[in-house]
C-alpha cells in the first residue's frame, strides 16, 4: 500500500491564481481530512469527508473547496489565491468509527507546501 | 471549546538525556489524547495514544499518562536518541462518533550527538 500520496510536493502561486490539491488513498478508508499547518501553529482543520459525496466544514474552510467524488480521492480547491493561504496542506484518512473508547489512527500524506507571492 | 497547549519550543538535548515536553488541555466532555510525530519531510503518525483518565500510552520508549485531575499529557522518554529529532503535536479527540483531532502548536525536538 502506498498509504496517502500528495500531489503536488510544491508549488509557487500567484495572488488571484487557481490550484487543487491532489490526495489519493489506497486503504479504503472512510474518513478523510485537509489540515493546514501554519509556521509556530497546530494543524487546523479545513474540510473533511466522512465517504463518497459527503463533505463538511472544519474550523477555517474559507478560501477552499473540496469534493468527494470516489473513496480514494479528495482534492482541495483554492480559487483564488491569497498570501493568507501559504502554508504546509495536509490530507489524512482514517477507517469507520472505531467504537466509544477506541481510536483510529489517522493517516497522514507527506504534505504539499504552498506559497502565494 | 476545545484546545491544546504545547510547551514552547524549540527543544534541544544532548543523546542520553532524558525528555519531557508538556501538554495541557481543555475540553468539553471526555477527550481521547495523543500524541503524533512528524520527521522531517515527512507526515504526522501516531506516537502513542491514551483514551481515559489513568491510562498509559507508550511506543519506542516515549511515555504519557493521562492525568485528568491536571488535564494534562506530558510526553516522556528516559534517553532519547538522535533519532528522535522531529516535530511532536499533542491532540485530543471529543466523544464518541467524532474523529476530528484538535491539535496543538507542536514542539520542535533536535537532539546533538
Known amino acids: 500500500n502506498a498509504g496517502v500520496t500528495q500531489t503536488p510536493k510544491f508549488r509557487i502561486l500567484k495572488i488571484g491564481q487557481s490550484m487543487t490539491l491532489q490526495c489519493t488513498q489506497d486503504m479504503n478508508h472512510n474518513y478523510m481530512y485537509w489540515y493546514r499547518q501554519d509556521p509556530g501553529m497546530g494543524l487546523k482543520l479545513i474540510y473533511y469527508s466522512v465517504g463518497a459525496g459527503i463533505t463538511d466544514k472544519g474550523e477555517v474552510p474559507n478560501g477552499y473547496n473540496v469534493s468527494r467524488s470516489t473513496t480514494e480521492d479528495f482534492p482541495l480547491r483554492l480559487e483564488l489565491a491569497a498570501p493568507s493561504q501559504t502554508s504546509v496542506y495536509f490530507c489524512?484518512?482514517?477507517?469507520?468509527?472505531?467504537?466509544?473508547?477506541?481510536?483510529?489512527?489517522?493517516?497522514f500524506g507527506p504534505g504539499t507546501r504552498l506559497t502565494v507571492l | 471549546g476545545n484546545s491544546v497547549t504545547q510547551m514552547e519550543g524549540p527543544v534541544t538535548l544532548s543523546e542520553e538525556a532524558f525528555l519531557t515536553i508538556n501538554c495541557t488541555y481543555t475540553?468539553?466532555?471526555?477527550?481521547?489524547l495523543f500524541w503524533y510525530v512528524q520527521y522531517p519531510g515527512e507526515g504526522l503518525q501516531l506516537l502513542l495514544k491514551a483514551t481515559k483518565a489513568d491510562d498509559k500510552g507508550s511506543n519506542k520508549g516515549f511515555e504519557a499518562t493521562y492525568r485528568k485531575e491536571t488535564t494534562s499529557f506530558h510526553l516522556e522518554k528516559g534517553s532519547v536518541q538522535v533519532s528522535d529529532s522531529a516535530v511532536y503535536f499533542c491532540a485530543l479527540r471529543v466523544g464518541f462518533g467524532n474523529e476530528k483531532l484538535t491539535f496543538g502548536t507542536g514542539t520542535r525536538l533536535t537532539i546533538i550527538p
Open positions: 489524512a484518512s482514517t477507517p469507520r468509527l472505531a467504537g466509544s473508547f477506541g481510536y483510529n489512527e489517522q493517516f
Open positions: 475540553a468539553t466532555g471526555y477527550p481521547s
